[in-house]
C-alpha cells in the first residue's frame, strides 16, 4: 500500500509568485483535502476533491485553487503570493468525503515566501 | 473565539508519567473527535478516533469525550521518550467535509 506522497518537501518563492503543489493519495483513496498549517498552529482546512471537483471550501480566497486528476492525485495552486503564505502546506487523501474521522496526511510542503 | 481551544504547551514530564492532554469546543454539532500525533517535520498520524460520548482506549492511550461539557481528553499512561511530539485534537460534524483542528500540545517526554 502507498502512502501519500507529496511534492516538493520544500520551496523559497517570493511575494506576488505563483506555487504549484502536487499531492498522490493513498491507494484506494478517492478524496483529497488541501490544509495549511502556520508554525506553531493547528492544520487549516482550504478545501476537499471528490471525483475532480471542489467539494468543499474553508475561509480562503480564490487565489487558492486546486485541481484533482482522474487517479485522483492533486495539485494546489497559490497566486500572488504574499508572506503570511509562508506554512506548512499538507494534503490528506480518504476513503470518502464524510466523516470517515481518518486522514492520511503526506509529510508536506513547506513554503517560504520572501 | 475559536472553534476548539487546545493550550499549545510546551508539556514536560519524566519518562513513566501519565499524561493528560484535553481540548474545549463550542461548536455542539461536532459528533467525532480525534487525536492526531505530529512528530517535526512529518505529517499528522490518527491516534485515536471517537464517535459521540465516552471513552476508548488503545493500549497506552484512552481518549475520552464529554459533548455534555464540551471537553475532550486524550490519557498517555507510562509515557516514553519515543512519545513527545505535538497532539492535535480534531472535530468533524455529521455530514462535514471538514476537519477542524486545535493549535496541537507540544509534548516532552524526559528519559
Known amino acids: 500500500e502507498t502512502g501519500v506522497t507529496q511534492s516538493p518537501t520544500h520551496l523559497i518563492k517570493t511575494r506576488g509568485q505563483q506555487v504549484t503543489l502536487r499531492c498522490s493519495s493513498q491507494s484506494g483513496h478517492n478524496t483529497v483535502s488541501w490544509y495549511q498549517q502556520a508554525l506553531g498552529q493547528g492544520p487549516q482546512f482550504i478545501f476537499q476533491y471528490y471525483r475532480e471537483e471542489e467539494n468543499g471550501r474553508g475561509n480562503f480566497p480564490p487565489r487558492f485553487s486546486g485541481l484533482q486528476f482522474p487517479n485522483y492525485s492533486s495539485e494546489l495552486n497559490v497566486n500572488a503570493l504574499e508572506l503570511d503564505d509562508s506554512a506548512l502546506y499538507l494534503c490528506?487523501?480518504?476513503?470518502?468525503?464524510?466523516?470517515?474521522?481518518?486522514?492520511?496526511f503526506g509529510e508536506g510542503s513547506r513554503l517560504t515566501v520572501l | 473565539q475559536k472553534e476548539v481551544e487546545q493550550d499549545p504547551g510546551p508539556l514536560s514530564v519524566p519518562e513513566g508519567a501519565i499524561v493528560s492532554l484535553n481540548c474545549t469546543y463550542s461548536n455542539s454539532a461536532f459528533q467525532y473527535f480525534m487525536w492526531y500525533r505530529q512528530y517535526s517535520r512529518k505529517g499528522p498520524e490518527l491516534l485515536m478516533y471517537t464517535y459521540s460520548s465516552g471513552n476508548k482506549e488503545d493500549g497506552r492511550f484512552t481518549a475520552q469525550v464529554d459533548k455534555s461539557s464540551k471537553y475532550i481528553s486524550l490519557f498517555i499512561r507510562d509515557s516514553q521518550p519515543s512519545d513527545s511530539a505535538t497532539y492535535l485534537c480534531a472535530m468533524q460534524g455529521t455530514g462535514g467535509f471538514k476537519t477542524i483542528f486545535g493549535a496541537g500540545t507540544r509534548l516532552f517526554v524526559k528519559a
Open positions: 490528506a487523501s480518504s476513503a470518502g468525503t464524510k466523516n470517515t474521522g481518518e486522514l492520511f
